[in-house]
């Protein structure tokens, strides 16, 4: 259902920029809602946006509201996430998910569909 493919490179340093795009495949996805989640080491997997498919409402981790913003394309059917004002603490692997909108949002046992890894790592 969904593959991640990173645009740009991982590593950054502080302060910097990154595009990640997640594209979606095997139906349609206007009931869907796609989301961004990560995970560093040791840590659990957190929440990190979202957007619904098909109203393209956002929201937002409190951690990285202002300097993240979720978009989607549907003609392509990517959703892209992109990070600016990168700091050392968003170092971490990311993935993107999708949920029927009727599932639980925002919490990793709410996705039904799970795109790979991709690692971001923020240099001080």
């Known amino acids: 259902m969904c593959s991640c493919r990173r645009l740009g490179g991982g590593l950054v340093q502080a302060g910097g920029s990154l595009r990640l795009s997640c594209a979606a495949s095997?139906?349609?996805?206007?009931?869907?809602?796609m989301e961004w989640f990560r995970q560093a080491p040791g840590k659990e997997r957190e929440f990190v946006a979202g957007?619904?498919?098909?109203?393209?409402?956002?929201f937002y981790a409190d951690s990285v509201k202002g300097r993240f913003t979720i978009s989607r394309d549907n003609a392509k059917n990517t959703v892209y996430l992109q990070m600016r004002s990168l700091k050392p603490e968003d170092t971490a692997n990311y993935y993107c998910?999708?949920?029927?909108?009727?599932?639980?949002?925002?919490?990793?046992?709410?996705?039904?569909?799970w795109g790979k890894g991709t690692q971001v790592t923020v240099s001080s």
């Open positions: 998910a999708a949920a029927h909108y009727t599932r639980p949002l925002q919490t990793p046992d709410g996705m039904d569909y």
């Open positions: 957007v619904r498919w098909s109203f393209g409402t956002t």
């Open positions: 095997g139906g349609t996805f206007s009931n869907y809602v």
